[in-house]
């Protein structure tokens, strides 16, 4: 296999009892003990969002972060989510607010990328405004040292792996490119084959997951309450993992569990699961 494969804690992986634009964002665990849980399982890498990040940032500063971080060998450090980069008005000063406390963060905490989301509840884009909006945001990210990750979700206005390259290769920004996760591969409907043709260096995020052959309600409602495990559902990781390699991606992998049931078990269960059934994945992919 070559270079040792790390693992990466996506946010909602630890964060307990709270869901992406739920009543609250924040994880009633504490950074500390979600960080030495996650070490304690064999993470190397963490992810937060702008809210549970701000929060902490209150309690002990951005070098209280940076300390807990380093004291747990968690070396690999994502934020989320920008939204609104591609608006006007008070919708783009709200979101450059949130765009400016990540970058300030990234650059103390030396986060590898910045995940961004494209507009939600549409599939209506002007991809020449996106496109200098991108490369915008992507001018701010290297200011200071870190990448921006444009994830590719299915109901949004980037939908299509089309659509994402098209914008990433015209935006023309080195440190700027793609999240892909499997799920939004697999329930938006794109193929395996196409994710094997993107160059590599539009890969600057990938997250593992899995879900069950049914979808419960919506797209949104499936995948913020009902993935699963790597290996427990229908996806086929391994192959999506094979897939991942052959475009030569040597990074760190994300893994981004988001389950009513997942969320409920003991942060130390949270953390051990997810990781062990992830890397289980690896040992078998060819």
């Keep these: ?19 992406p634009m739920g009543p609250t964002e924040v994880s009633p665990f504490s950074l500390r003990d979600r960080a030495e ?3 304690a399982a064999g993470y190397t890498g963490m ?16 070098s209280g ?19 609104d980069w591609f608006e006007t008005g008070e919708k783009k000063a709200a979101s450059d607010r949130v765009k400016g406390h990540l970058l300030e963060a990234a650059a103390t905490l030396g986060a590898r990328d910045v995940k961004i989301a494209p507009e939600m509840w549409t599939d209506v884009i002007d991809i020449p405004k996106v ?8 001018q ?41 996760d499997i799920w939004h591969v697999v329930r938006g409907g794109q193929s395996f084959d196409d994710v094997r043709r993107l160059p590599v260096n539009f890969l600057k ?12 309600g919506t797209q949104w409602n499936d995948t913020l309450h009902h993935r699963v495990l790597c290996g427990e559902g229908v996806f086929d990781v391994r192959n999506f993992i094979e897939v991942i390699q052959a475009t030569g991606f040597r990074g760190v992998y994300g893994v981004e569990i988001l389950s009513e049931a997942h969320r409920r078990l003991p942060l130390r269960e949270q953390a051990k699961r997810s990781f062990d059934s992830t890397m289980a994945q690896f040992q078998t992919a060819r």
């Design 65 to 83: 972060i940076k300390q807990v971080l380093a004291d747990n060998g968690i070396v690999h450090v994502e934020l989320e989510f920008v939204g």
């Design 205 to 216: 995020s990938v997250e593992l997951n899995d879900a069950n052959a049914g979808m419960v």
């Design 37 to 39: 849980a996650a070490a």
């Design 47 to 62: 992810g937060l969002v702008h809210d549970d990040l701000m929060a902490n940032v209150a309690r002990m500063g951005l």
């Design 1 to 19: 296999m070559g270079k040792k494969i790390e693992l990466l804690a996506g946010h909602w992986t630890l964060a307990g009892e709270c869901y």
């Design 140 to 180: 701010d990210a290297k200011a200071v040292g870190t990448t921006i990750a444009m994830e590719m979700l299915p109901m949004t206005n980037v939908r299509t792996l089309k659509v994402a390259t098209e914008i990433v290769r015209n935006a023309g920004q080195d440190n700027g490119g793609l999240c892909i």
């Design 131 to 138: 496109t200098a909006a991108f490369a915008h945001i992507c």
